[in-house]
Antibody
Framework: EVQLVESGGGLVKPGGSLRLSCAVS????????MNWVRQAPGKGLEWVSS????????KHADSVKGRFTISTDNARNSLFLQMHSLRAEDTAVYYC????????WGQGTLVTVSS | DIQMTQSPSSLSASVGDRVTITCRAS??????LAWFQQKPGKAPKSLIY???SLQSGVPSKFSGSASGTDFTLTISSLQPEDFATYYC?????????FGQGTRLEIK
């Protein structure tokens, strides 16, 4: 069974940092592009970042470029999102998803940026 | 960036109805189009990928089609569990973009 489990969310002050993790199981992690997608409270879905299988390419939305970094640890079957210089507008539930078409989603982890 | 224009933004329908939701891409995306269902407080669930391929385990009442840059999601014989918000997503090129969502409500 494919499973994606996010962790690491929480309350952080503006300008602060946070590292999200996504532990996966049930498939060959190193063979898939992985993504982070977020959803601000009461809003729609917004793609954040993607990393290809093998880490050949990394893509970030303009809204997070230079502040967020996506990475993987294939030995630990884990996806990460390092977030710096957090802003109020980064407040959202962050989901990790599998493959370009996002065929599987985690349950999400809430990031709240507030003073 | 490719804009995905989804319509309608909300839709009221009755149990047993057949409904159609449309997504228009601002430029060609081949068939790199996915549809998702999201219920309140839950993660989105994949329904359709490659415009018309049904995700494993998704009932055949859900179907997708494409015509040029216009994509449709059709849900036949609505049941209470189908009332949710639906999103389209293009994954032809980065940045990946989503439609704004269609809220399907019970009439």
């Amino acid at each position: 069974e494919v499973q994606l489990v996010e962790s690491g969310g929480g309350l952080v002050k503006p300008g602060g940092s946070l590292r999200l993790s996504c532990a996966v199981s049930g498939f060959t992690f190193s063979s898939y592009t992985m993504n982070w997608v977020r959803q601000a409270p009461g809003k729609g879905l917004e793609w954040v970042s993607s990393i290809s299988s093998g880490g050949t390419y990394v893509k970030h939305a303009d809204s997070v470029k230079g502040r967020f970094t996506i990475s993987t640890d294939n030995a630990r079957n884990s996806l990460f999102l390092q977030m710096h210089s957090l802003r109020a507008e980064d407040t959202a539930v962050y989901y990790c998803t599998r493959a370009s078409q996002s065929d599987y989603w985690g349950q999400g982890t809430l990031v709240t940026v507030s003073s | 960036d490719i804009q995905m224009t989804q319509s309608p933004s909300s839709l009221s329908a009755s149990v047993g109805d057949r409904v159609t939701i449309t997504c228009r891409a601002s430029q060609g995306i081949s068939n790199f189009l996915a549809w998702f269902q999201q219920k309140p407080g839950k993660a989105p669930k994949s329904l359709i990928y490659a415009a018309s391929s049904l995700q494993s385990g998704v009932p055949s009442k859900f179907s997708g089609s494409a015509s040029g840059t216009d994509f449709t999601l059709t849900i036949s014989s609505l049941q209470p569990e189908d009332f949710a918000t639906y999103y389209c997503q293009q994954y032809n090129s980065y940045p990946i973009t989503f439609g704004q969502g269609t809220r399907l409500e019970i009439k």
